[in-house]
């Protein structure tokens, strides 16, 4: 097949409204290439989801930047259909733990859950307990944008949203870990009481909470090994028929 074939530009007639340049991409030596990937895996290899943070600040240019990183993300129609609400401040985060906790005491205690999840949850030594949601320096709460709520009042179709903003939250992480900081993904379920507390737009939905900071000294974590290659990849080198 030929590398030659038509791009999809916009019309004559849209080009200064939607102008287009070059792509910058630098191809690289099949060597650095292999050694950029290997050194990337060992260091997200490692990576782990902390439960217990220490209450050292973290500035909010890492914060900034690592939400700057995620938005890079690609999502339909270019919409960015996320939102991400970040506070340090000890009231919100006293609230928002307060709230979690009491939808977690009812999924734990009074068997919300069901028998198989709290089965699967047991290796992780997980219980309705929370404190990481006050102590942890910075919560990010990750919200999906429903739809696009303009400042007339006119609502606007957003594309492929969990799609997009679940990629948003994994480039997100990704950033974190990357630049020397550890979260993990909480997902109180429901979450409604976050869009309550945050004061958020009924446009918007809790999508992931994220707890920022860095680990208490001398924190343990499950030892859990990640499936192997085999089990997460197929390749399909013919048509099924």
Request: glycine share 4%.
């Amino acid at each position: 097949m030929s590398d030659h074939y038509q791009h999809p530009y916009p019309p004559p007639e849209l080009e200064a409204e939607y102008p287009f340049h070059p792509l910058e991409f630098d191809r690289l030596d099949p060597q650095e290439m292999l050694e950029r990937a290997t050194s990337f895996y060992a260091q997200m290899d490692a990576r782990r989801s902390p439960r217990m943070f220490a209450s050292d600040p973290v500035p909010i240019g890492l914060i900034e930047l690592a939400i700057a990183t995620a938005s890079t993300a690609p999502s339909g129609a270019h919409k960015q259909p996320w939102k991400f609400v970040a506070t340090q401040n000890p009231e919100v985060k006293r609230a928002i733990r307060q709230a979690a906790e009491e939808e977690e005491r009812t999924n734990y205690l009074d068997n919300r859950m069901n028998e198989e999840w709290q089965e699967a949850l047991a290796p992780l030594g997980t219980d309705h307990h929370k404190e990481f949601l006050e102590i942890a320096p910075w919560i990010v709460v990750l919200f999906e944008e429903r739809f696009e709520l303009r400042a007339d009042g006119q609502k606007r179709t957003n594309y492929y949203v969990k799609e997009s903003t679940g990629i948003a939250a994994g480039m997100f992480i990704t950033a974190l870990h990357n630049m020397g900081l550890a979260t993990l993904t909480h997902t109180p379920s429901p979450m409604n009481f976050l869009s309550r507390v945050l004061g958020r737009p009924n446009n918007e939905r809790p999508f992931i909470l994220f707890p920022i900071g860095f680990p208490l000294p001398g924190v343990k974590v499950p030892t859990l090994a990640r499936k192997p290659l085999d089990q997460v990849m197929v390749v399909v080198d013919r048509p099924h028929t």
